[in-house]
């Protein structure tokens, strides 16, 4: 029972590097988000959708790219890395399409930009 | 702008004592509230999912209750256990928005 799978579990890269964080979902929800969690300041949303072909941007959007192509899939991109964008990347699902039903998460990306 | 609020930021108990988590929140034009669990290093699992025209909802020790035109929700945890040590937080949908807001946690320590 995979749920939400999130790859890598782990990266470091450079400033100025890109890089794709990968979310697979094998539930067939139509909406699925990323957030980043940083100390002291919950869970903020950077992207979302609401089925394949659409995306639409959440509250810190700046910096990051998504696509979505298929229902199980929605790759976070990162253009041109920075430091501010050292966090922890989590992907999230759930049914529907207004994002109003129980969210599943996945285990998490932990990213640092040097 | 919505703002959720969770206070305190840490709590520590003995084991069987009874939990009492609250999570606050500004716009009381929401769709549902939901509260997580988080174990260190890992995701956001979903313990409880209110919605607005709800006044609480219960599953096994956990009950919370919503009550909107305060803008107030509170998880309760009934005769804690070592295993209940988690940070807690919780997730406000408005009515008119897919955007979730999350408040910053509280984090849950019970000592056997």
């Known amino acids: 029972n995979a749920g939400v799978t999130q790859t890598p579990k782990f990266q470091v890269l450079k400033t100025g590097q890109s890089m794709t964080l990968q979310c697979a979902q094998d539930?067939?929800?139509?909406?699925m988000s990323w957030y980043r969690q940083d100390p002291g300041m919950g869970l903020r949303l950077i992207h979302y959708s609401v089925g394949a072909g659409i995306t639409d941007q959440g509250e810190v959007p700046n910096g990051y790219n998504v696509s979505r192509s298929t229902t199980e899939d929605f790759p976070l991109r990162l253009l041109s890395a920075a430091p501010s964008q050292t966090s922890v990347y989590f992907c999230?699902?759930?049914?529907?399409?207004?994002?109003?039903?129980?969210?599943?998460f996945g285990e998490g990306s932990r990213l640092t930009v040097l | 702008k919505q703002e959720v609020t969770q206070i305190p930021a840490a709590l520590s108990v003995p084991e069987g004592e009874n939990l009492v988590l609250n999570c606050s929140f500004t716009?009381?034009?929401?769709?549902?509230l939901q509260w997580f669990r988080q174990d260190p290093g890992k995701g956001l699992t979903s313990l409880l999912l209110i919605q607005s025209s709800q006044r609480e909802q219960t599953s096994g020790r956990l009950n919370a209750s919503l009550d909107k035109s305060s803008g107030r929700s509170t998880l309760y945890i009934a005769a804690s256990q070592p295993g209940d040590s988690a940070t807690y937080l919780c997730?406000?949908?408005?009515?008119?928005?897919?955007?979730?807001?999350f408040g910053a946690g509280t984090t849950v320590t019970v000592r056997a």
């Open positions: 999230a699902s759930s049914a529907g399409t207004s994002g109003a039903r129980e969210l599943f």
């Open positions: 997730a406000v949908r408005p009515s008119n928005d897919y955007k979730l807001s």
């Open positions: 716009d009381s034009a929401i769709y549902n």
């Open positions: 539930m067939n929800h139509e909406y």
